[in-house]
């Protein structure tokens, strides 16, 4: 089952990804109600949340030095630096927490791993060939939809509902190339273990230009989709204010990026 938009229905990642893999399904009513049963959880109870970033970790430590291919997701929240001026310190500690294990869920269940959280922001990142099912670039891609239709249908409900709060808005960059495992010390079971390189930083540059509840894909991940899945994007490079010529192969080109169409 495909996420239900409650109007008439429209193209979605989800449903391409369904179609290459009948076994594999999504059950977006019972996604959305533990959701929505986490939040209230948290909200009544306290910090309910587990630790995500294990898996991470110890992915890392078993790779360190080495280069690895993947796609590389940014998502955070619009509007964060407002919300921690405006808000008491428990609700927002609750919004910010609650979001970000949320979208490290989310970033799971299309097996991906929880790099970190900087602030109100979460990193995630899919390894090439990690599954044979689907590719990491089709995963990442449909971890983004489904990550603004939970902002959307679970936890912006909650928000307006019970917490008398405006709803929130998120904007995700995704790209795609080989980084470094590096790590931060000698200890190799307590050093700080990290990733470096071009794919880190361009999902972090072109989220930033990313409008509320929009995805953007750099050209890199964009040509790991096959035609059918790439009619989902438009290239927005002509819309920059500035080029991207130095993350380009080819200097004299600008790198492309392309917005997902749906919101």
């Not at 995500?52 to 078993?62: A, G, M, T, Y």
């Not at 902002?151 to 405006?166: D, F, H, T």
């Not at 390189?197 to 990313?210: S, T």
């Amino acid at each position: 089952m495909s996420f239900k938009s409650g109007k008439e229905k429209t193209p979605n990642i989800i449903d391409m990804l369904l179609s290459k893999n009948p076994d594999k399904t999504i059950d977006s009513d019972t996604l959305i109600k533990n959701v929505q049963d986490r939040i209230n959880n948290a909200l009544e109870k306290g910090y309910q949340y587990t630790r995500v970033i294990d898996s991470s970790e110890k992915f890392l430590r078993k790779n360190v030095f080495g280069q690895i291919n993947m796609a590389v997701l940014y998502v955070d929240i619009v509007g964060s630096t407002k919300m921690s001026m405006t808000l008491p310190p428990d609700k927002l500690s609750t919004i910010i927490s609650s979001f970000s294990q949320e979208m490290s869920y989310m970033i799971e269940k299309f097996h991906g791993y929880v790099l970190k959280f900087v602030g109100d922001a979460v990193i995630g990142y899919f390894v090439e060939n990690e599954t044979d099912q689907i590719p990491a670039a089709y995963n990442t891609v449909a971890c983004a939809e489904s990550m603004i239709k939970v902002v959307k249908q679970g936890i912006n409900p909650i928000l307006i509902e019970k917490m008398a709060l405006s709803e929130i808005s998120i904007k995700i960059g995704i790209d795609f190339g080989n980084n470094t495992v590096v790590r931060y010390g000698a200890d190799e079971q307590k050093a700080y273990v990290d990733l470096l390189g071009p794919a880190m930083n361009v999902a972090a540059k072109i989220q930033n230009l990313a409008k509320p509840n929009q995805i953007i894909v750099g050209q890199d991940i964009y040509n790991k989709l096959d035609p059918y899945m790439q009619e989902f994007f438009l290239d927005m490079t002509d819309e920059l204010n500035y080029p991207l010529k130095h993350y380009s192969n080819d200097q004299e080109k600008n790198y492309h990026v392309y917005r997902y169409k749906y919101q």
